[in-house]
């Protein structure tokens, strides 16, 4: 089970519901993936959507907050204490998605030593992908955040090229959350980013509330 600060009842409360209906096919995702590799895969916060979620967000690997305790809280879970997090946080908040209507993921579930994942760990995070694809049976959206996980897009429809058809959900690309994507010397190129971004969630939240 995940280890989590014992005083902090927001995260005592997201380990309690980790067997809740619309998460617990998820945590078993997640504890599958663990005995596979001797690496730790992070549970989705039961504050999610979970399988009813209609929007997905791939990101490409997990982030150092979301280790076990006392490193990290455990989660996937934008209330993580780390700039990416609070930038997904306000990106839902200003075209009002909440929580419960997405899911998050990673391109590469496990943790990575690197930077960024390598081709293998994309590719090994196919599976997985495609295994959690098939629980969220109202999906609406996909948004691809960031290069590595666009990659690890492309490494899923090249073994699975009738997955997710555009006629049924939206596939959406932005960049990344974290502050690697607006490291860029020009201030207007990061303006533009940050714009794609804003635009790329107020387009999910239209495809997920019609």
Not at 76 to 95: F, G, H, Y
Not at 112 to 120: E, H, I, Y
Request: charged fraction near 25%.
């Amino acid at each position: 089970m995940v280890g989590l600060p014992p005083d902090d009842e927001f995260w005592q409360r997201q380990r309690d519901q980790l067997r809740i209906p619309r998460i617990a096919p998820i945590t078993d995702l997640v504890d599958t993936l663990r005995q596979q590799r001797s690496y730790d895969v992070p549970y989705v916060a039961p504050m999610y959507g979970g399988v009813e979620a209609r929007l997905l967000t791939v990101v490409a690997s997990p982030g150092r907050q979301t280790r076990a305790a006392p490193d990290g809280t455990g989660f996937l879970c934008i209330e993580n204490p780390d700039p990416a997090a609070a930038t997904v946080k306000r990106l839902m908040s200003e075209a009002g998605i909440g929580p419960r209507e997405m899911t998050p993921w990673n391109a590469c579930p496990w943790f990575t030593d690197g930077p960024s994942p390598s081709a293998a760990e994309l590719e090994a995070g196919v599976e997985p992908w495609v295994q959690l694809i098939g629980l969220l049976r109202g999906l609406r959206v996909l948004m691809l955040m960031g290069g590595d996980a666009q990659n690890g897009w492309r490494r899923v429809r090249r073994r699975y090229p009738d997955l997710l058809p555009e006629a049924d959900v939206k596939i959406i690309c932005t960049y990344s959350p974290g502050q690697q994507a607006l490291r860029h010397p020009d201030p207007a190129e990061r303006a533009r980013r940050q714009e794609d971004r804003k635009t790329a969630f107020h387009q999910a939240a239209a495809y997920i509330k019609t």
